[in-house]
């Protein structure tokens, strides 16, 4: 069976992930415009600016839109089914994609408070969100 | 971009399981007999523009395709705006045409995702269109990302389940008038809702197909009218609209780069969604079709499932809509699946459509959509 994606950071990336494996979440504040960005990038993607500062994130969100996913797309998350993937509002007011997890599907719905736990996948640590 | 370009030609080839294909016969099949349909020979050709396969692997799809049929085009290029590329392809095509720099541009897709890989390689090569690290790693599908939008819309507008199995029904019903579609049984509303889920509050039967098949049309200056063999029909506008790729990174969940794309459109072809007498519209899922109907401006917002179930996007309706069945019972073979809309545009502008035929048709609006809902393309073709 083969095993769940792990991420493979590259020079955008890597002091993002390096964070999460000391379970602290990062994003990017644009010194030009203010602008706080996810995913990190090498430029500001409002303003082209590229004086981005890595801040500490609040880990806490809001559930913006979700789906309890039945068909995996893979073997490695047939066991996980049904499980949840979502659209998080952080309180840094930017949007990320992740699972909710320990937490019955069922109970999920759209403005649900969450907050951020890290799972360890084979030796990268990687955001989840879990009920506030 | 008033009468700059015409299709004179199209084709699509049988789309569903079609044994022994492969995707560049596929690809062979549907040009020729695109060109044949122009009643243009291959030798008229000189101008090529491909889209994607993923059953093979061709760096260069467009030089491997024309050294496949064995043509020396003037021009030749390769287009990837996912489900958007065949709109697009009409778009860049009628300016080559326009600018005088190709004379007859052939634009041709097919992929062989039922022949050529299993159902699991497809789902598993479809999920990688997610973001690699911020949302592979978490298990994305395509009808997973559909369905945060198929969510979120219905939180937002009231849409319901009904509303998109009618949509689903609807498209079925479609399909059994066409003898090229690969699903002609007809489905009720109670076959969508015990359709089981796959990535709720999406079920199979809101899912597009996963077919066999290809696509091509030739487009022609304007004064090549006279060398084709069809009554033509003319580009009358397009225009594309682009706000993000991955859906995390989606400025809205509920407003598309289709109201822009479609805006252009329209503006260039000086006419107004109301205008329109037959639509074919991308259709990946129902959830596609509902938000694109609302965000184009054909219904307002929280309308077009009503109208759906009302009957309103079938023959006699306000806005029949994928006359073919679309993506979700016609077919769906990749870049060739948002060209079936085109092709059956052209057919309904001709008055060639058989029993699916709209009377009277002259104006059409054709859209795509690529990635989840990233890419859009609109199109308004006119009866020449
Ligand atoms: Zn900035």
Known sequence: MTAKPVPRPNADTAPYWEACNEERLLYQKCGACGHNQFYPRSICAKCGGGELAWTEAAPTGAVHSFTVVERAPSEAFKPDIPYVLALVDMADGYRMMMNVVDCDPAAVEIGMAVRIVFENRHGQKLPQATPA | ?384
């Open chain 2, 1 to 384: 971009m008033a009468d700059n370009a015409i299709i004179t030609g199209v084709h699509n080839t049988k789309v569903g399981k079609v044994p022994g294909s492969s995707a560049m016969s596929l690809h062979a099949e549907a040009a020729l007999g695109a060109i044949a349909d122009a009643g243009l020979a291959l030798g008229d050709i000189d101008g090529v523009i491909c889209a994607y396969i993923l059953t093979e692997n061709y760096p260069m799809l467009s030089s491997a395709f024309c050294e496949y049929l064995g043509i020396e085009p003037n021009f030749n290029a390769g287009l990837n705006g996912g489900g958007a590329t065949g709109a697009m392809m009409v778009m860049q095509a009628a300016s080559l045409v326009e600018t005088g720099q190709c004379r007859h541009v052939l634009c041709v897709a097919g992929d062989s995702r039922v022949s050529g890989m299993t159902r699991d390689q497809a789902v598993a090569v479809l999920a990688d269109f997610g973001h690699p690290q911020f949302e592979v790693p978490y298990g994305i599908s395509i009808p997973a990302a559909y369905a945060l939008v198929a969510r979120r819309y219905m939180h937002e507008t009231g849409a319901t389940l009904e509303h998109l199995a009618a949509l689903a029904v609807t498209h079925r019903a479609h399909a059994a008038m066409h003898p090229d579609a690969h699903m002609q049984d007809p489905i009720t509303m109670d076959d969508v809702a015990a359709a089981r889920t796959i990535a709720s509050p999406l079920r199979l039967l809101d899912c597009c197909l996963i077919s066999d098949g290809g696509a091509a049309y030739v487009v022609s200056a304007p004064d090549a009218a006279r060398d084709t063999a069809r009554h033509p029909v003319r580009v009358l506008g397009a225009g594309q609209g682009h706000t993000h790729e991955h859906i995390s990174q989606a400025p809205s969940l509920t407003d598309f780069g289709c109201k822009n794309a479609a805006a252009r459109a329209f503006a260039k072809a000086g006419v107004t969604p109301s205008d329109i007498d037959v639509a074919e519209i991308y259709d990946s899922f129902t959830i596609t079709l509902l938000v694109e109907l609302e965000s184009i401006g054909f219904f307002a917002t929280g309308e077009a499932g009503p109208a759906a179930l009302a009957g309103e996007l079938t023959h006699g309706g306000r806005l029949p809509c994928n006359t073919h069945g679309g993506l979700l019972s016609f077919g769906h073979s990749g870049a060739a699946g948002g060209m079936f809309h085109i092709v059956e545009a052209v057919r309904q502008l001709r008055h060639e459509a058989a029993d699916r035929q709209v009377p009277d048709a002259e104006l059409c609006f054709a859209h795509g959509d690529g990635g989840i809902l990233s890419a859009h393309c609109s199109l308004v073709l006119g009866r020449g």
